[in-house]
Nanobody
C-alpha cells in the first residue's frame, strides 16, 4: 500500500502561482512513477503531468505545457507540481497518483494509488 497526501492548494488570482506537494508513505517511493490529475466540477478527471520513477522523463497535458512543472525528490518521498500563470480554467481538485512499474503514463487507469485531492481555485 502507498498512502498519498496532497497539499498546497488554495485560492489564487489569475496569473498567480501555486506549488502542490504530494507526500508518499508506505512503500519505496523511488519505485513508483507519479502523476497529477485534476477534475473540475461536472467534468471528467483529466491528466495534467507525470514523471518517471527516476525523474528523467516527464509528460504534460497540452493545456499546461510551459506553465506547469512536475518534479520529485525521492529522498523526501515527495512529488511537486509548480503551477505558474494560472488561469480560471485551471480551477479543479488536483490529485496525485502512483504506479508501478516506474515509467510515466498519461492514463489514469494505469495508476494504482490515489490521494484525496487538494482544491485549486483561480479567480479572474
Amino acid at each position: 500500500q502507498v498512502q498519498l497526501v496532497e497539499s498546497g492548494g488554495g485560492l489564487v488570482q489569475a496569473g498567480g502561482s501555486l506549488r502542490l506537494s504530494c507526500a508518499a508513505s508506505g512503500r519505496t517511493f523511488s519505485n513508483y512513477a507519479m502523476g497529477w490529475f485534476r477534475q473540475a466540477p461536472g467534468k471528467e478527471r483529466e491528466f495534467v503531468a507525470a514523471i518517471s520513477s527516476s525523474g528523467t522523463d516527464t509528460y504534460y497535458a497540452d493545456s499546461v505545457k510551459g506553465r506547469f512543472t512536475i518534479s520529485r525528490d525521492n529522498a523526501k518521498n515527495t512529488v511537486y507540481l509548480q503551477m505558474n500563470s494560472l488561469k480560471p480554467e485551471d480551477t479543479a481538485v488536483y490529485y496525485c497518483a502512483a504506479k508501478t512499474p516506474g515509467w510515466a503514463s498519461q492514463e489514469s487507469s494505469r495508476y494504482d494509488y490515489w490521494g484525496q485531492g487538494t482544491q485549486v481555485t483561480v479567480s479572474s
